[in-house]
């Protein structure tokens, strides 16, 4: 149960999936640590530095885990890592003597964190094709299904819904891709000791035995090593993975934000799901508020700051190391994985409630679309032998017309007036005129790429 008497982080019970705060879990780190002690204890139980007993008793004991016990430790040892060694001790009598022998911290912190990053990772990238399988399917539904797409927010050409949504797709694969390619790159630290040379285990085992030790833990850990690091793994990775994360935020920042502009009534075409009993205002009833939007934005804008502390963090890591990082990193680490497992849950949710309201794209396209039409007609008069310079001012007369009876609440009447204008009728019949203003026609290829990109999100997200 959250203690809500004292100060809470949001992210301790509000946002992020319980198995993304799972791994991010002060016991799920003190349980990677005693892995790896375990990891290190077999390996030298090999070499005949320790008793197979003490290896056993410490597997024996490494899931008991014991917070409140190792938190009273660390009051007096004024560290995190020896107050677990000495609690792990205790429960292990056969065994505790040897707990971290040859070890420094960071040999273990250091390969905890990277096992964590791949773990966080693993979820994000399981939840994103989640998504990803959402978006194809919506995007095979409107594939063709026509609206008014804006540039500059203002009305531009026609499009497809399917399409549009395509293009946070796009990005979203671009971020699954770039994911994966930093997942299959984590490192941890290996085991090297309190600058990187692997002198203490060198000391223990000789120099020539010190690579084939490190192998045989990372096979175990299933971990591959950094060939060269100093006290630490090089805090460049951490910049690598929260700048991949902070970039699907990007993309998911920037559908939302659409959705936002798009779930505005004098627009109307999309809206995030609504409940039945949802409040939307604690002063104006009436109201929809597109929160789930705005609190992927809101999350968004504070994941994209995490990567700078994080270059700062590999920045400022003078020579073999220093510890100006290891607060930060205790927020900035599982901070940028649960936003962004929020984010996606929350857009996950939208998505499959996402209202779309046909109505209001038709309405939309029926007012802005013969605006797009009319790069037809030019050309088409052109073609057939006018002055594009004259036919140029005369379309845009009527443009103008058609525009002030839009703002005086009336429909478009610019197809019925260019099509009885006696200037363009000088090069085209009335009724070809109608046919180039047919807006729908206007679409390109935008519904066969739409299907293609909805047809492969289903092909390569399938079974999630």
């Known amino acids: 149960m959250t203690d809500f008497s004292t100060y ?49 008793d410490l597997r024996a004991h490494a899931t008991e885990i014991n917070l409140p016990r190792a938190l009273e430790i660390e009051v007096e040892l004024q560290h995190d890592l020896m107050a677990e060694v000495h609690t792990f001790a205790e429960q292990a009598v056969i065994g505790g003597g040897i707990i971290h022998f040859g070890a420094t911290s960071m040999d273990v912190e250091d390969n905890a964190d990277a096992l964590r990053l791949r773990e966080g990772l693993d979820l994000i990238l399981a939840s994103l094709r989640r998504l990803l399988h959402n978006l194809g399917m919506l995007i ?15 009305p531009a050409e026609p499009s497809t819904l399917g399409y549009r949504l395509a293009q946070y797709a796009q990005d979203l694969l671009f971020d699954y891709e770039n994911l994966l ?89 999309l809206s995030e799901p609504f409940g039945s009993k949802q409040v939307g205002s604690s002063a ?13 934005d809101s999350l968004g804008r504070y994941l994209a700051q995490l990567p700078r502390i994080a270059w700062d963090n590999a920045a400022h890591s003078l020579l073999e190391r220093t510890l100006d990082d290891s607060a930060n990193r205790r927020t900035i680490l599982p901070e940028a994985f649960l936003a962004a497992d929020e984010m996606l849950k929350t857009a996950r949710s939208i ?8 109505r209001a794209m038709a309405r939309n396209l029926a007012t802005y ?19 594009r310079q004259v036919m140029h001012e005369i379309i ?54 739409a299907s293609q990109m909805g047809a492969r999100l289903l092909l390569e997200m399938k079974g999630e």
């Open 396 to 449: 845009r007369e009527q443009a103008m017309t058609a525009w002030e009876s839009i703002r005086s609440g009336q429909e478009n009447p610019l197809a019925k007036n260019i099509s009885q204008d006696p200037a363009v009728l000088k090069f085209l019949s009335e009724a070809q005129v109608q046919e180039l203003m047919n807006y729908n026609a206007h679409l390109g290829d935008a519904p066969k790429r």
């Open 284 to 296: 104006m009833p009436f109201k929809r508020n597109p929160i789930r939007a705005e609190k992927i």
């Open 140 to 154: 095979i539904k409107y594939a063709s299904t026509p609206l008014i797409a804006f540039t500059h927010l203002q």
């Open 8 to 56: 809470q982080s949001p992210f301790s019970w509000r946002y992020g999936s319980r198995e993304m705060r799972s791994i991010w879990s002060e016991e799920h780190k003190r349980r990677l640590w005693r892995l790896i002690w375990v990891a290190l204890a077999e390996v030298q139980s090999g070499y005949g530095l320790v008793r197979p007993e003490q290896v056993a």
């Open 351 to 358: 998505l499959s409630g996402l209202r779309v309201d046909e």
């Open 369 to 387: 679309g013969p605006f797009a039409a009319t790069e037809r007609v030019l050309m088409a008069t052109v073609k057939a032998g006018a002055s």
């Open 181 to 269: 390619t930093v997942r299959a790159q984590i490192k941890g630290k290996g085991f090297k000791g309190a600058v990187g040379t692997g002198a203490s285990y060198a000391e223990l085992l000789g120099a020539g035995e010190v690579e084939n030790f490190e192998n045989q833990l990372s096979s175990r850990l299933d971990l591959p090593f950094y060939p060269v690091a100093t006290q630490t793994y090089p805090r460049k990775q951490d910049y690598t993975v929260l700048s991949a994360l902070a970039g699907l935020g990007q993309s998911l920042y920037k559908l939302a934000f659409d959705l936002r502009l798009l779930q505005s009534p004098p627009i109307g075409e």
